[in-house]
């Protein structure tokens, strides 16, 4: 970025009078220097060019032929190429194999699907497969079917913390050490696991030139500071010896250990979808910054005992726009992962119903209810509450969980209320599906149950909170009402920026479409914002990036 004079008179339209005749291109050809709005947006959408602001005779004009701002006049601001694959770290493009510094993050039940993860590796972007909530079975098949169709490109997998299901992170890490998975999103995480430990050390090892290697990569998404730093650590002793002495990691590995942090990336979960502390970016992104900074070069920090190391730190949440994006990335985010826009993609596995429900909705159509999977510590997901009452409903079980010490407590009329408008059916009934679905799943649950009926109340609850993301995947016309859709405030922001454009209509909202006009948009933005910091005011008309235009017989932008 050259260091020109300020420009303090606007850039508008310069009135057909008062052109200079020889500087107007002959018909059919178009100016090098552009004058209109949507002139000067088509030289700030040339990416792969450097902008220049010129003064001639005609007065202010943009140009991104050098030559032309040679011959022009004066040279009174200008910025560099900037294509999507600058945006963010060189280091995570180049340490996860991707071309952009974009991750699409997991949605649980499987929603950040096989397709979706397929679309975007293809496309040259990290995706991570939503694996929290689905059966090890069914991880199994996912990872396989992704690692065969990616061809070799890289892929993550979702590691949620389940504090009362811990047989659940055992069988993901089994499935993603068997298939070779390289890189998980541990996502929810309060505390340090076993699990999360083991995978990373799994992949450690000496390179040929004797420096520490960490071939298993970890993405953690979080929204505190001392959870943070957790991950920013090397992993705790405490939790290493057991590894070792169970034989699920070597010797060697558990004294590289020492050596490395245990995570790759740090990303700051802001106001998102699903499990979220509604942090705003602009606060969080930064704190973890400094923290990574400060902990860089103290003992155990994230520099490692070699040290060399040094943690990235993205950004998530509200990332629905590309100023959004932009944003992010001008506070200092290393990468971006988006969430909710990606809910109503093609290859997202939600129903038909469902991704209508989100395309329709707005910023402000977010609520926060209880969730599933923490349901007893209190623990809230933020969902969508246009079109559906679960927020609701999942609150009021949740006052009821917290009134009463078992079901047995709860007044009749208060009961036969729950059986009629929410579980649809007697809540032994209920109880004896759950002895069913958890007798294979985790056995231990129901065993903990027995003995104690404020758990069994527990496990009845979610019972519902659990099979009403199921009803909204599965699209359960009688359930509409009831479906949980995890979703945040990005989902309405996207909405309005796409409004009118190719990306409205639900057919053509494919993942790996949405990242790259995010991504683009976030680098015209960029450029934007470059030019008004030397002083450049331009009009609205000619800043505004949005996707192409929607006509039916119009294909995408290649």
Known sequence: MVSPPLVTTPLVPTPPAAASPARLAPPGRATPLARTPADVHRVLADLERPVYVVRDAAGIALTGDEQAAATAGQVLAAAGPLPPRRLG??????DHGVDQAYMAGSMANGIASTDLVVNLAQAGYLASFGAAGVVAARVEEALADIS??????PFACNLIHSPTEAAMEREAIDACLRHQVRCIEASA????????????????????????????RVVAKVSRTEVAELFLRPAPEALVRPLVEQGLVSAEQAALAAAVPLADDITAEADSGGHTDRRPLAVLLPEL?????????????????GGGWSVRVGAAGGLGTPRAVAAAFALGADYVVTGSVNQSSVEAAQSPATKALLAQASVTDCAQAPSADMFEIGAEVQVLSRGTMFASK???LYDLYHRYDGLDDIPADERAALEKRIFRRPL??????????FSTRDPEQIERARESPKRRMALVFRWYLGLSSGWSIGGAA???AD????????????????????LEPLENRHAAAIATELMRGAAFTSRVAALAQAGVRLPAAATTYRPLPHRPEQERRP
């Not at 400094?290 to 103290?298: G, H, P, V």
């Not at 479906?483 to 309405?492: E, L, S």
């Open 89 to 94: 770290s060189p280091a995570f493009r180049r």
């Open 148 to 153: 065969r169709r990616v061809g070799g490109r």
């Open 189 to 216: 995480f309060l505390d340090l696991t076993p699990q999360v430990v083991r995978y990373r050390l799994a992949g450690l090892h000496r390179g040929p030139d004797g420096r520490v290697v960490a071939a298993n």
């Open 289 to 305: 910054l400094a923290l990574r900074d400060a902990l860089r070069d103290t003992p155990g920090g994230p520099g490692g005992a």
């Open 394 to 396: 999942a609150r009021r």
């Open 428 to 437: 032994d009934d209920v109880w004896a599906d759950t002895v069913t679905y």
């Open 478 to 480: 009688d359930r509409v």
């Open 483 to 502: 479906y949980q859709v995890w979703c945040g405030p990005a989902m309405g922001a996207f909405n309005t920026w796409v409004r009118g454009s190719v």
